[in-house]
């Protein structure tokens, strides 16, 4: 239809003449209101807003002498966090001669990701940032087991 008619049309009916897809070969328009169009605009818009998941990075801190129990504790809440859908940074701290003994920051972090391999995947290897030693465990995408 031609645009000038189109828009005679819609006066003619007291609504709007509105554009629905301007990149379509031709333009696709519809003769609607236009206030009850930006409603339900933004009413898909707030719905797809919450149906929108947000991933927190959760943080748990370790010591190379952490106790088993305290590994524990703090591998459980791990745990919980990412059957929740957050990320989870692991990190240890080392502090004076500690820094000699980073194999065991190491083999603590390893124990991490091995005890927690059925449900996250790792994000970021374990690497040192000054005196601390941390890796990043991701929720498994749902498609691969």
Same mark, same amino acid.
């Given at each position: 239809m031609d645009t000038r008619d189109a828009v005679q049309?819609?006066?003619?009916?007291?609504? &709007?003449?509105? /554009?629905?897809?301007?990149?379509?070969?031709?333009?696709?328009?519809? !003769? !609607?209101?236009?206030?009850?169009?930006l409603y339900e605009e933004k009413k898909k818009a707030a719905e797809a807003k919450k149906k929108q998941v947000t991933q927190q990075v959760k /943080? !748990?801190?370790?010591?190379?002498?952490t106790d088993d129990h305290d590994y524990g504790y703090?591998? /459980?809440?791990?745990?919980?966090?990412?059957? &929740?859908?957050?990320k989870v940074r692991a990190t240890i701290a080392f502090r004076g001669r500690e820094m000699s003994h980073r194999d065991l920051g190491a083999d603590l972090l390893a124990k991490l990701r091995? &005890?927690?391999?059925?449900i996250a995947d790792v994000e970021v290897t374990p690497k040192m940032e000054g005196y601390q030693m941390?890796?990043?465990?991701?929720?498994?995408?749902?498609?691969?087991?």
């Open positions: 049309k819609a006066r003619e009916m007291g609504l &709007d003449l509105v /554009e629905i897809a301007p990149n379509a070969k031709p333009p696709v328009c519809r !003769i !609607i209101d236009y206030g009850k169009f /943080e !748990i801190k370790f010591r190379p002498a703090r591998m /459980e809440r791990a745990r919980g966090w990412i059957e &929740d859908g957050d091995d &005890d927690l391999a059925d941390f890796i990043i465990l991701v929720p498994k995408k749902k498609g691969s087991s």
